[in-house]
């Protein structure tokens, strides 16, 4: 089976940098990807790492050590519109890239 | 801009009933997918197509059947609903095409479910 990990909650200021961990075990491995979820909206694709190493799209980064079956998302320069729910989903096995998603990570924003 | 529609935005179902949730996409994507999501929960899969009349289960497909006889169109089936099944449900699509497109999910905007 699968399952991943990520903190339930982050809370952090406008401005400051914070980073979302993602330790994951699955069967098969095919890459990490981020999804951005804001309340009562629909999940957005963030980014997808396949390889090891740092992956970089403007204020996000995502971060990627199959070694270590871990990951992260990094938000730079938060902004309020950041306050969101973040995801980690792993895809298990090549058929449609179908993905396996974490618990989901509430991001917090203050002013 | 990829656009996947579903069918309610919200559904009160009585126990017993069967239901019909359907989705749509207009990008011609050859994956589509249905997810429940529960609070604390997750995403977690039912069901998905990577073509039509295709079809395998995810990690939760008890209870739930789907149908994809057009590309665009597929559709989650609860053929007795239950009240475990309330649920937010949503909807995805992805291409087919290209190593790195396709692990781009698209979400439709979800149908909150009610079984009473």
């Known amino acids: 089976g699968q399952s991943l990990e990520q903190p339930s909650e982050v809370t952090a200021v406008e401005g400051a940098i914070v980073q979302i961990n993602c330790t994951y075990q699955?069967?098969?491995?095919?890459?990490l990807s981020w999804y951005q979820q804001h309340d009562g909206g629909a999940p957005t694709f963030l980014s997808y790492?396949?390889?090891?190493g740092l992956e970089e799209t403007g204020r996000f980064s995502s971060f990627l050590s199959r070694s270590d079956s871990y990951g992260y998302l990094l938000l730079q320069e938060l902004q309020m519109k950041d306050s969101a729910s973040y995801f980690c989903?792993?895809?298990?096995?090549?058929?449609?890239?179908?993905?396996?998603f974490g618990s989901g990570t509430q991001l917090t924003v203050l002013p | 801009d990829v656009k996947v529609t579903q069918s309610s935005r919200y559904l009160v179902k009585r126990t017993g009933e069967k239901v019909f949730l359907e989705c749509v996409q207009d990008?011609?994507?050859?994956?589509m997918f249905w997810y429940r999501q529960d609070p604390g929960l997750g995403l977690r899969l039912i069901y998905f197509?990577?073509?039509?009349?295709?079809?395998e289960k995810g990690d939760i497909p008890e209870g739930y059947s789907v149908s994809r006889e057009k590309k665009e169109r597929f559709s989650l089936i609860l053929e007795s609903a239950s009240t475990n099944q309330t649920s937010m449900y949503l909807c995805?699509?992805?291409?087919?095409?290209?190593?790195?497109?396709?692990?781009?999910?698209?979400f439709g905007p979800g149908t909150r479910l009610t079984v009473t």
């Open positions: 197509s990577y073509d039509v009349k295709m079809k």
């Open positions: 790492n396949a390889l090891d």
């Open positions: 989903a792993v895809s298990p096995r090549w058929t449609a890239r179908q993905l396996t």
């Open positions: 995805a699509s992805s291409s087919g095409q290209g190593f790195f497109k396709s692990y781009e999910q698209y």
């Open positions: 990008m011609d994507h050859e994956n």
């Open positions: 699955t069967s098969g491995f095919y890459g």
